[in-house]
């Protein structure tokens, strides 16, 4: 875990799961589980018809709601789109963009997610950008590269200044909703080859005060020994984030 400066975030990715009444019930059950352990920042990601139910039953707590998404443009004829504008109206400071669901599923590249992320950047929102490679790419001996080149286009024309609002989840495509986790060894020298490259992109400095989080199949078994390495400051948790102890326990392992 970071040993400097670097602020350790435990995130939730809840995907498209739970109501606004499941939610609420879900941040009423871990509020008291998760209260006081401030070693780390804790936020769950929601559908958007479920974070203002989800702010509510956090006002007052360690626990803060962020988005799944976000567009580009601040408004206009993008059926079925939410602004970065729209989520700052409701309090929202947190989005996750560029996430591989987006990718794979809904035809994201890193043209787009580099336009979202300026966008949320620019509104003043807190960006997770997820990048990571697919099996066939570790398989190949190109993780580096691929990893390498997502930083670089993701975060074209983002200011040093505004780096301080990203956040960067590696998720290896192939251990997420897999139960395939990368060892510990993966994912630290994975995130250490984005360190490298945002230390090539803006300065040493720079890349030592982003906060990298590893993303794909961290449960409550792994978390510790993932969250021990240097170069991994929190993690991105999607099917563990449903589950209050299991999520919990994440966050254990991070004191
Ligand atoms: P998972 O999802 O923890 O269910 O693998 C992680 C993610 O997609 O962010």
């Not at 190109?142 to 080149?149: A, F, H, K, R, Y």
């Not at 960067?168 to 020298?189: D, F, H, K, N, S």
């Not at 300065?203 to 170069?231: F, H, P, R």
Request: charged share 20%; proline share 3%.
């Amino acid at each position: 875990m970071n040993p400097s400066k670097r602020r350790t975030v435990i995130a939730g990715n809840w995907k498209m799961n739970f109501t606004p009444a499941e939610a609420t019930a879900f941040i009423n059950e871990i509020k008291p589980m998760v209260a006081g352990k401030d070693n780390c920042d804790i936020l769950f990601c929601a559908p958007y018809v479920t974070i203002a139910a989800a702010m509510e039953a956090a006002k007052g707590s360690n626990i803060k709601i962020g988005a799944e998404n976000v567009h580009f443009a601040p408004k206009g004829a993008y059926t079925g789109e939410v602004s970065a504008e729209m989520l700052k109206a409701i309090g929202v400071e947190y989005v996750i963009i560029g996430h591989s669901e987006r990718r794979q599923y809904f035809g994201e590249t890193d043209e787009t997610v580099n336009l979202r992320t300026k966008a949320a950047l620019e509104a003043g929102l807190k960006v997770i950008l997820c990048l990571g490679e697919v099996k066939e790419q570790r398989l190949a001996g190109i993780t580096d590269e691929i990893v390498g080149m997502q930083t670089k286009l993701d975060l074209a024309d983002v200011s040093a200044e505004q780096l301080k609002n990203v956040i960067i989840a590696y998720e290896p495509v192939w251990a997420i909703g897999t139960g395939l986790t990368a060892t510990p060894e993966q994912a630290e020298e994975t995130c250490a080859t984005i360190r490298r490259v945002l230390a090539l992109m803006y300065s040493e400095e720079v890349a030592e005060s982003v906060t990298i989080q590893y993303g794909g199949s961290m449960n409550e078994k792994n978390a510790a020994e993932l969250l021990a390495k240097t170069n991994v400051d929190g993690g991105l948790i999607g099917g563990a984030s449903l589950v209050a102890e299991k999520f919990t326990a994440i966050v254990d392992a991070a004191q």
